[in-house]
């Protein structure tokens, strides 16, 4: 089954940091890019950044450059996104994503269950 | 960044209904355009790609058309499991960017 599980999630102060991670099953995890998008309570889907199969090319949005970093491992099937200096603002659920590639126009076709983040005092 | 606008923000219908939703793209994104079905306490699912191409198990009564700037995603005839939020996405460039999405109620 093709699967991907999020963790890392919790409650963190301002200023704080965390690791997410996304595991990933059932697909070649190092032929496909990979994304994390959030989403805030009530709020729409926020796409945040975006990794290459090798890991070489790296995109952010604006919201979370300098502040977070996008990683991967494929020889453990998982994906990583290191959350610094968090701000209330970054309170949400965030999930990964697979990149469906040429044929899907890139659309996100898996996805996983999300992990809340919450970043209060 | 190009900015994706949906419409409506949201809708009531009955179910059996013929309910259409459209995005529009601030610049032409030809056919890099994905709709998405998120319920409540749920990750989003893929339903439309490339415009008009069904995911695979999705139901024939879901169908995308547009290409250029201005899209739409149109439900057939609405079944009971339909009323949820739906999402436009472009992938012509990065950011990947969403609409603000279209909540589809119970009339």
């Known amino acids: 089954e093709v699967q991907l599980v999020e963790s890392g999630g919790g409650l963190v102060q301002p200023g704080g940091s965390l690791r997410l991670s996304c595991a990933a099953s059932g697909f070649t995890f190092s032929s496909y890019e990979m994304n994390w998008v959030r989403q805030a309570p009530g709020k729409g889907l926020e796409w945040i950044s975006y990794i290459s199969n090798s890991g070489d090319i790296i995109y952010y949005a604006d919201s979370v450059k300098g502040r977070f970093t996008i990683s991967r491992d494929n020889a453990k099937n998982s994906l990583y996104l290191q959350m610094n200096s968090l701000r209330a603002e970054d309170t949400a659920v965030y999930y990964c994503?697979?990149?469906?590639?040429?044929?899907?126009?890139?659309?996100?076709?898996?996805w996983g269950q999300g992990t809340m983040v919450t970043v209060s005092s | 960044d190009i900015q994706m606008t949906q419409s409506p923000s949201s809708l009531s219908a009955s179910v059996g209904d013929r309910v259409t939703i459209t995005c529009r793209a601030s610049q032409s994104i030809v056919s890099y355009l994905h709709w998405y079905q998120q319920k409540p306490g749920k990750a989003p699912k893929l339903l439309i790609y490339a415009a008009s191409s069904l995911q695979s198990g999705v139901p024939s009564r879901f169908s995308g058309s547009g290409s250029g700037t201005d899209f739409t995603l149109t439900i057939s005839s609405l079944q009971p499991e339909d009323f949820a939020t739906y999402y436009c996405q472009q992938t012509y460039n990065t950011p990947r960017t969403f609409g603000q999405g279209t909540k589809v109620e119970i009339k």
């Open positions: 994503a697979v990149t469906g590639g040429y044929y899907y126009k890139d659309a996100f076709d898996i």
